[in-house]
Nanobody, 126 residues
């Protein structure tokens, strides 16, 4: 059974940094695409950062140059390093996975992902 468990969320002030982790079970790197999404009231679910099995990454314009996504194959963990956090980054962050399909492996569309974690809350105050 595929299982994704996020951790690392919390509350901090604007300008701070935070690292989110997603422990993945039953995930085969060669046949899996991974990503981070976030949901805030009145905003909906939006893509934050995605990573393909070959290491390619994609970032939302709102977080590029501030966030960095990586996959630690040794621990089978998906990471999201967030720097220079802003109040507008406040949301519940989810990691997601889908069966590998090259054309959609870096997709920012939530509907393209089949498995989701429970989410971890990030709150950034000014």
């Amino acid at each position: 059974q595929v299982r994704l468990v996020e951790s690392g969320g919390g509350s901090l002030q604007s300008g701070g940094s935070l690292r989110l982790s997603c422990a993945a079970s039953v995930v085969t790197v060669g046949r899996t695409c991974l990503g981070w999404f976030r949901q805030a009231p009145g905003i909906g679910c939006e893509g934050v950062a995605t990573i393909a099995n070959d290491g390619r990454t994609k970032y939302a314009d709102s977080v590029k140059d501030r966030f960095s996504v990586a996959q630690d194959n040794a621990t089978n963990t998906l990471l999201l390093e967030m720097n220079s956090l802003k109040p507008e980054d406040t949301a519940k962050y989810f990691c997601a996975a889908r069966v590998y399909w090259a054309p959609a492996c870096l997709s920012m569309i939530p509907a393209n992902y089949e498995h989701w974690g429970q989410g971890t809350q990030v709150t950034v105050s000014s």
